[in-house]
T-cell receptor
Framework: SQQGEEDPQALSIQEGENATMNCSYK?????LQWYRQNSGRGLVHLIL?????REKHSGRLRVTLDTSKKSSSLLITASRAADTASYFC???????????FGAGTRLAVHP | NAGVTQTPKFQVLKTGQSMTLQCAQD?????MSWYRQDPGMGLRLIHY???????DQGEVPNGYNVSRSTTEDFPLRLLSAAPSQTSVYFC?????????????????FGPGTRLLVL
C-alpha cells in the first residue's frame, strides 16, 4: 500500500496564481521528499524536509511538514506554464530503506 | 557524468518471454532501486539495493528478479512476462536514504523504459 496520498489529484490554475498540494502519510518518517515529473520523463527531486523541520523554502517552492497530523504541503508561488507537471511526495518506511511514493497531483498551469 | 541510464527505452514482449532491463549509474551511488509506474498512479517500489551484493524486496516484487554484482549496475529481470507487467519502469539511485545530510538522500531517476506485454 502507498504511504503517501496527495490531494488534490488534479489542479488547474492560471499563470501567476499559487498552487498548493497536500500529502498525507501513515507511519512515522525520517524525511519527506517532493518530486516533479514532466510528461513522459523521469522524476526530478525538488526538496527534502526532515521530521524535525517545520518549513523549508527553495526558490518559489515552500514546503511545510506537520508530523502531528502526518501531513505535508507544497506551495508553488507565482506559477508558470513550465510548472505544468505531476508532483509526488515520497516518504521513507520499512526500516528507512524503502522510499514510497504517493499517487501524485497533476498540475496544469494555463497561460 | 551520464547520471542514471536505462536501456532499452521501449520494448514489446509476448506473454511468457523473458528480458532484462538495464540500469547503470556513474555517480558511485550505493543505493539503487526499481519502480514501476502505471497510468494515473504513483511509483511502486519493486526491488532495491543498498550496496553491491545486497538486494531486498519492495512493495511489488513478484515476477521480478534483481542482482547487484557491481556498484554501477542494477539489472531487473522479468523471467516470464505477463500482461500485468505492462508499465513504465524507472531506475533510481542515491548515495543513501537515511541518516545522510541533504543532497545525498536525493534520488536521481533514469528516463524510464516503456514495456508492453502482449
Amino acid at each position: 500500500s502507498q504511504q503517501g496520498e496527495e490531494d488534490p489529484q488534479a489542479l488547474s490554475i492560471q499563470e501567476g496564481e499559487n498552487a498548493t498540494m497536500n500529502c498525507s502519510y501513515k507511519t512515522s518518517i525520517n524525511n519527506l521528499q517532493w518530486y516533479r515529473q514532466n510528461s513522459g520523463r523521469g522524476l526530478v527531486h525538488l526538496i527534502l524536509i526532515r521530521s524535525n523541520e517545520r518549513e523549508k523554502h527553495s526558490g518559489r517552492l515552500r514546503v511545510t511538514l506537520d508530523t502531528s497530523k502526518k501531513s505535508s504541503s507544497l506551495l508553488i508561488t507565482a506559477s508558470r506554464a513550465a510548472d505544468t507537471a505531476s508532483y509526488f511526495c515520497a516518504t521513507l518506511s520499512g526500516g528507512y530503506n524503502k522510499l514510497i511514493f504517493g499517487a501524485g497531483t497533476r498540475l496544469a498551469v494555463h497561460p | 557524468n551520464a547520471g542514471v541510464t536505462q536501456t532499452p527505452k521501449f520494448q514489446v514482449l509476448k506473454t511468457g518471454q523473458s528480458m532484462t532491463l538495464q540500469c547503470a549509474q556513474d555517480m558511485n551511488h550505493e543505493y539503487m532501486s526499481w519502480y514501476r509506474q502505471d497510468p494515473g498512479m504513483g511509483l511502486r517500489l519493486i526491488h532495491y539495493s543498498v550496496g553491491a551484493g545486497i538486494t531486498d524486496q519492495g512493495e511489488v516484487p513478484n515476477g521480478y528478479n534483481v542482482s547487484r554484482s557491481t556498484t554501477e549496475d542494477f539489472p531487473l529481470r522479468l523471467l516470464s512476462a505477463a500482461p500485468s507487467q505492462t508499465s513504465v519502469y524507472f531506475c533510481a539511485s542515491s548515495y543513501g536514504l537515511f541518516g545522510l545530510a541533504g543532497a545525498q538522500e536525493t534520488q536521481y531517476f533514469g528516463p524510464g523504459t516503456r514495456l508492453l506485454v502482449l
